[in-house]
């Protein structure tokens, strides 16, 4: 089945600065990467997601890259604010077709203002 | 509208109670999860269901019954839980399989506290 491995497991930056998140995955069959944020006492919400197809997506501060040859994909969050801080979790489906998603670890993001 | 509704927020029970989780969507959506989480950690699949009809169980409990009344309705039955069994419990819904890259709404959850 699916594994995922995120690092860091918390990282702090400085107001303004960016932040990057890395997570692998073992099934080279998926072909679907979700990145959610859960605020504390919140639900987690899709920022951004990338299919197999396309190396690197962005919206506005926000990018993930891809790279199916090495099976890891990354977060990439530009100058940072506070409101950005939360716990940030990657995920890939287990299988091409299958109905399981297999998240990361997740990551403590504190954005210093 | 994405939004998939999740009732009660909180739920306090005893150990010897019998409560009821409820989950809602009305995006047509044919896959729903129902998700445990404890603070800070991801959130661990426990049933999913597609087209009504459950698909996986990651070997949870019995005292945890889900129902899919309809394609809108997901229930969790839970029955004589352990506090060990306090937790967020997250739905969540997408519009078919996440391995075909649809993608997955979370309710706001249920706040379960076992005394």
């Known amino acids: 089945g699916e594994n995922v491995e995120q690092h860091p497991s918390t990282l702090s930056v400085q107001e303004g600065d960016s932040a990057v998140i890395k997570c692998t995955y073992s099934?080279?069959?998926?072909?679907?990467f979700p990145w959610y944020k859960q605020e504390l006492g919140k639900r987690p919400q899709l920022i951004i997601d990338?299919?197999?197809?396309?190396g690197e997506k962005k919206d506005q501060r926000i990018a993930v890259t891809l790279n199916k040859t090495a099976k890891h994909f990354s977060l990439h969050i530009t100058e940072t604010q506070p409101e950005d801080s939360a716990v940030y979790f990657c995920?890939?489906?287990?299988?091409?077709?299958?109905?399981?998603?297999?998240f990361g670890a997740g990551t403590i993001l504190r954005v210093k203002s | 509208d994405t939004e998939v509704t999740q009732t009660p927020k909180h739920l306090v029970m005893g150990m010897t109670n019998k409560k009821s989780l409820k989950c809602e969507q009305h995006?047509?959506?044919?896959?729903m999860y129902w998700y445990k989480q404890k603070a800070k950690k991801p959130p661990e699949l426990m049933f999913v269901y597609s087209y009504e009809k459950l698909s996986i169980n990651e070997s949870v409990p019995s005292r945890f019954s889900p129902e899919c009344p309809n394609s809108s309705l997901l229930n969790l039955h839970l029955h004589a839980l352990q506090p060990e069994d306090s937790a967020l419990y997250l739905c969540?819904?997408?519009?078919?399989?996440?391995?075909?890259?649809?993608?997955?709404?979370f309710g706001a959850g249920t706040r379960l506290s076992v005394l």
């Open positions: 969540a819904s997408s519009q078919d399989r996440v391995g075909a890259k649809n993608i997955q709404y």
């Open positions: 990338i299919r197999s197809n396309v």
């Open positions: 995920a890939a489906p287990q299988g091409e077709y299958g109905n399981k998603l297999v």
């Open positions: 099934d080279s069959a998926s072909n679907y």
């Open positions: 995006m047509g959506h044919r896959a």
